[in-house]
């Protein structure tokens, strides 16, 4: 499929580069990787070696100095071939880490963010609780000051590559209202965190809940104190346009299978691409991807080496989530039995796509703030309160 943005030369040859990159050396344990259920170390330390992690990240820091579309290019080429590599570049760029590297303290960041870049440490965020998921500013985890240190408790659900992560940004309270929320950085060792069992969703990723008792941790972990909430939302949309990205990159690879079935597999004497039946669901999925990727391309291309906008976001993750998993399931549709088993990516795809429309902002959550944009004001979402 024809690319349907218009990069400059030097993001085209980077582009070509990562392609090329991710065929050759990802493409073989694409298959294998997406069946297994644990953080791809392996790809993590050939990405890093690609310079790959950490692209929006300024050099001063050990980054590359990238825009965002640069590392939207990385991300979507890496996840069209390899998605369990897809998650690499996102865990190294999108995540966490850069909502890290954007606030931390220079000490901080000189501790965590070498190990991180190079592929040798990993970081989880801990946000949803088991009574704040949409809702997350009801979070109940609390960051007390004892002396120099704070003490957490409480606990957090969900967390992507939980089970292998090597520290955690940790959203917690350290006073009540959103105004009392900020992060906080912790050791997976810290003493008083236990990490839970793996529990597995359908599409056979692992996430552990994270228990704190009486956690303590440094004071000099304190990565946002209160008042941090908006900031954090702010670089979560990076996080979104990381998860958009991935979204989009599985339906073109699903896209793709599709595709190329239906070029060689016959039936009634004819090949699948004949039938008009399979030409308009094809016409209607190319449709779906291209507007995608031009909604991806915006938001990402008006951050530069900023943070994105977040209406832009919105409508970015929305139109990739749906067009993610609409063309994912429509294409394994066109593979028939073949593409209902695990031999071929389309269903993984399918089902790695419908987590993201759940994840990082459901697509109601991210209806809701695209109607706020629309009509220029809030729409609180809390139940009315009783008149006295
Ligand atoms: C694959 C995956 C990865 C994840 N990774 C992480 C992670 O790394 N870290 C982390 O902290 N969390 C993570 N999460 C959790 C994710 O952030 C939450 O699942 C999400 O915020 C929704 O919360 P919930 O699941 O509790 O659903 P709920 O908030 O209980 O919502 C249930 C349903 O109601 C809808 N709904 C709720 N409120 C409204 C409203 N006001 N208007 C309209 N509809 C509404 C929701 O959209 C949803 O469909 C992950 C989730 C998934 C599926």
Redesign the pocket.
Known sequence: MVVSVDFSEEQAAFGQYVRDFAVTRLGPGALRRAHEPGYAWDSATMLAGQHLLGLTIPEADGGQGATLVEAVIAIQEIARVCPKSGDVIQAGNFGAVRTFAEYASPDLKAKYLPDLLAGRTLL?????EPEA????TDLRTTATAHGADYVLNGS?????NSPDATAFLVYVRFGPGVGGIGSVLVDRDAPGLTIGTPAD?ISG?Q?SQLYFDDCRIPGSHVVLGPGGFKKQISSFNVERIGNAARALALGQLAFGLAKDYAETRQQFGRALCEFQGLQWKFADMAVKLDAAELLLYRAAAHAATGLPDAYETAVAKLAANNAGFEVSSDALQVLGALGYGTDTLAGYCMLRTR??M???G????LK?RIAECVFDRRFS?RAPVAAP
Do not use: H, P, Y
């Not at 998921?133 to 997350?136: D, K, N, R």
């Not at 957090?156 to 992507?160: E, G, I, L, P, Q």
């Not at 459901?362 to 959550?365: L, Q």
């Open positions: 989880g965020l801990g946000m949803s998921g949409s809702a997350v957090k659900v969900f967390s992507t969703f990723e996430w987590g993201w759940i994840a990082g459901s697509i109601e959550m809701n979402q």
